[in-house]
Nanobody, 125 residues
Framework: VHLVESGGGSVQTGGSLRLSCAAS????????MGWFRQAPGKEPEGVAAVSDGTAAYADSVKGRFTISKDNANNTLYLQMNNLKPEDTAMYYC?????????????????????WGQGTQVTVSS
């Protein structure tokens, strides 16, 4: 499994970005993937997760971020609107091991086995 993120960049407060995660070799009937972020000097934070179409979000991004997965292209997305300076971080895509049953989406990083290299998001005020 190989996860490659793209779409990061620098925007001003209130701007938008869409992150993409190309997931090669990840072909699960019951997929479960997520986005995490880590700012300098801070603990990693689960941002959003999706399992077979059901999504979960951190309170800090609810109403502003939307996670989705294009199964045809095997790509995970994170649409980020109304960005704030506190959203500045390295963003990582992650995937859980394939399973034979549905699992609810989770923001616990320990549940994820595969990780991308990250893409930087910087929001200036």
């Amino acid at each position: 499994v190989h996860l490659v993120e793209s779409g990061g960049g620098s925007v001003q407060t209130g701007g938008s970005l869409r992150l993409s995660c190309a997931a090669s070799g990840y072909t699960c009937r019951w997929y479960s993937m997520g986005w995490f972020r880590q700012a300098p000097g801070k603990e990693p934070e689960g941002v959003a997760a999706v399992s077979d179409g059901t999504a979960a979000y951190a309170d800090s991004v609810k109403g502003r971020f939307t996670i989705s997965k294009d199964n045809a292209n095997n790509t995970l997305y994170l649409q980020m609107n109304n960005l704030k300076p506190e959203d500045t971080a390295m963003y990582y895509c992650a995937a859980r091991l394939c399973a034979s049953w549905y699992r609810a989406p989770t923001l616990r990083s320990a549940e994820y086995t595969y990780w991308g290299q990250g893409t930087q998001v910087t929001v200036s005020s």
